[in-house]
């Protein structure tokens, strides 16, 4: 979206590709896509690894309780009989199977009477300290306890699997956690950089609206509405600037003709006065003469006086292609601008601004002399004056008539505003060309 506009934006910063810069841009349906995986596939990934883990916990409890049964029911017999080496037959049989890791059984009083892999804690202790994968079923005659058998089952028997899915779930984890917080930086960031371009948008557009409006009233004002001239004091507290339309093939053209393209250069430049504030004399032998003399009260002064001598440029190059169209002669219409810096008149504000400050009106022809059809001159000090030269697309002006410019010898080419202050601009343009 292009950079807010207001008249052209007198106090406004840069446009936001010039004064910040914007982070890459990501498809947002991208951003969405890791979004989502970050924040649900691995749940959906560890709720499968618990109910995996579930259920093989629960299949070892069947497991090992129906093997400890069938132990407690053999070893009766050989309890009953006092037969050690029975017992110790009967738990060599349970530890060769694959799935139990020790075997082991005790007497009603916990003693043991017989283990494979060594002596294992009694079912007493089991009872107030259980284990995992550990189960005991008591030996029972009649009534009477007359001992326990205990199992204990190998836990991996029952986790085939989750030990890879377990460590490849907890990298994910990390990995994906790692990308959501870097995705939700940068979707902050965005989020921020869209907030600030709305906030911007909205605060200028409703100002820009409103100064449509009000050329739109000026440009069906009658002829004898003008705006007057400055009082000296009034002078004193703003800057004052020249504009200077140079028709420079005038001396070609028949003399009837002459005065009709003039007349036409007076009508357009009386809008823009209208528009920006100023009033226009007669420049012989040059052209025409604007003194922008009653610029916004607020913001920047330079910035409107380029302002409106481009949209000045714009609307003459396009009665220019329409000069073409209907075979007539193209004119070589050049604009220079440049600052007043003499002091102004101190009795007669109405008097001829080619009398009253004759050196910038001289330095303003020169530059006029220097510009080109594709932009305007200005003197190096109407850009010192601007806030934020970074609107103006400009290169430096080479001549070795700069040296008549005096202060600095410097000028510019300005070619045209900065991308985002331009669609104001050619609106004005075309609202000038249509009430022509």
Same mark, same amino acid.
């Given at each position: 979206?292009?950079?807010?506009?207001?008249?052209?934006?007198?106090?406004?910063?840069?446009?936001?590709?010039?004064?910040?810069?914007?982070?890459p841009?990501?498809?947002?349906?991208?951003?969405? +896509?890791?979004?989502? $995986?970050? %924040?649900? *596939? #691995?749940?959906?990934?560890?709720v =499968? @690894?618990a109910?995996? !883990?579930?259920?093989?916990?629960?299949?070892?409890?069947?497991y090992?309780?129906?093997?400890v049964?069938?132990?407690?029911?053999?070893?009766?017999?050989?309890?009953? +009989?006092?037969?050690? $080496?029975? %017992?110790? *037959? #009967?738990?060599?049989?349970?530890? =060769? @199977?694959?799935?139990? !890791?020790?075997?082991?059984?005790?007497?009603?009083d916990?003693?043991?009477?017989?283990?494979a892999?060594?002596?294992?804690?009694?079912?007493?202790?089991?009872?107030?300290?259980?284990?995992?994968?550990?189960?005991?079923?008591?030996?029972?005659?009649?009534?009477?306890?007359?001992?326990? !058998?205990?199992?204990?089952l190998?836990?991996?028997?029952?986790?085939?699997?989750?030990?890879?899915?377990?460590?490849?779930?907890a990298?994910?984890?990390?990995?994906?956690?790692?990308?959501?917080?870097?995705?939700?930086?940068r979707?902050?960031?965005?989020?921020?950089?869209?907030?600030?371009?709305?906030?911007?948008?909205?605060?200028?557009?409703?100002?820009?609206?409103?100064?449509?409006?009000?050329?739109?009233?000026?440009?069906?004002?009658?002829?004898?509405?003008?705006?007057?001239?400055?009082?000296?004091?009034?002078?004193?507290?703003?800057?004052?600037?020249?504009?200077?339309?140079?028709?420079?093939?005038?001396?070609?053209?028949p003399?009837?003709?002459?005065?009709?393209?003039?007349?036409?250069?007076?009508?357009?430049?009386?809008?823009?006065?209208?528009?920006?504030?100023?009033?226009?004399?007669?420049?012989?032998?040059?052209?025409?003469?604007?003194?922008?003399?009653?610029?916004?009260?607020?913001?920047?002064?330079?910035?409107?006086?380029?302002?409106?001598?481009?949209?000045?440029?714009?609307?003459?190059?396009?009665?220019?292609?329409?000069?073409?169209?209907?075979?007539?002669?193209?004119?070589?219409?050049?604009?220079?601008?440049?600052?007043?810096?003499?002091?102004?008149?101190?009795?007669?504000?109405?008097?001829?601004?080619?009398?009253?400050?004759?050196?910038?009106?001289?330095?303003?022809?020169?530059?006029?002399?220097?510009?080109?059809?594709?932009?305007i001159?200005?003197?190096?000090?109407?850009?010192?004056?601007?806030?934020?030269?970074?609107?103006?697309?400009?290169?430096?002006?080479?001549?070795?008539?700069?040296?008549?410019?005096?202060?600095?010898g410097?000028?510019?080419l300005?070619?045209?505003?900065?991308?985002?202050?331009?669609?104001?601009?050619?609106?004005?343009?075309?609202?000038?060309?249509?009430?022509?």
């Open positions: 979206m292009a950079a807010p506009e207001s008249n052209l934006l007198p106090n406004s910063n840069a446009s936001p590709s010039l004064s910040r810069s914007t982070p841009r990501e498809p947002l349906w991208l951003t969405g +896509a890791l979004l989502a $995986i970050a %924040l649900g *596939v #691995l749940p959906m990934l560890l =499968a @690894l109910l995996q !883990a579930h259920q093989g916990s629960a299949a070892s409890a069947r090992g309780s129906t093997i049964d069938r132990l407690a029911a053999s070893a009766h017999g050989p309890l009953l +009989a006092d037969d050690m $080496i029975g %017992l110790s *037959v #009967l738990v060599r049989e349970y530890k =060769a @199977l694959a799935d139990v !890791a020790t075997v082991a059984i005790y007497g009603a916990d003693r043991l009477l017989a283990a892999d060594g002596s294992l804690s009694s079912p007493a202790r089991l009872e107030r300290e259980p284990l995992p994968g550990t189960h005991v079923a008591a030996i029972r005659l009649e009534d009477s306890i007359a001992g326990f !058998a205990r199992i204990a190998r836990p991996a028997s029952f986790t085939s699997g989750q030990a890879w899915l377990l460590a490849v779930a990298f994910a984890s990390l990995f994906l956690a790692g990308v959501g917080g870097w995705l939700g930086t979707l902050d960031q965005r989020l921020q950089l869209a907030r600030e371009d709305l906030e911007e948008f909205t605060g200028h557009s409703a100002h820009a609206r409103g100064h449509l409006a009000a050329l739109m009233e000026l440009t069906t004002e009658s002829e004898s509405d003008r705006i007057a001239p400055v009082a000296p004091d009034a002078m004193r507290e703003r800057q004052l600037y020249v504009l200077i339309l140079n028709l420079f093939n005038q001396i070609s053209l003399a009837d003709a002459r005065s009709v393209v003039l007349a036409e250069c007076e009508a357009v430049l009386d809008q823009v006065c209208r528009l920006y504030g100023g009033r226009q004399e007669a420049l012989p032998r040059t052209g025409i003469l604007v003194t922008l003399d009653a610029l916004s009260d607020s913001g920047d002064h330079a910035f409107h006086a380029v302002c409106a001598a481009l949209l000045a440029q714009r609307v003459f190059a396009d009665l220019n292609r329409q000069r073409v169209r209907d075979g007539e002669v193209q004119l070589a219409l050049r604009i220079g601008l440049e600052r007043v810096i003499e002091e102004p008149p101190g009795e007669h504000p109405e008097d001829l601004m080619a009398q009253a400050f004759p050196d910038s009106v001289s330095r303003g022809i020169t530059l006029s002399a220097l510009a080109r059809d594709e932009g001159a200005i003197g190096d000090a109407v850009l010192r004056a601007c806030s934020d030269p970074e609107r103006l697309v400009r290169e430096p002006l080479q001549s070795a008539a700069l040296r008549a410019l005096g202060d600095s410097h000028a510019w300005v070619r045209d505003l900065a991308p985002g202050y331009r669609g104001l601009l050619e609106r004005q343009a075309q609202l000038l060309l249509g009430s022509a």
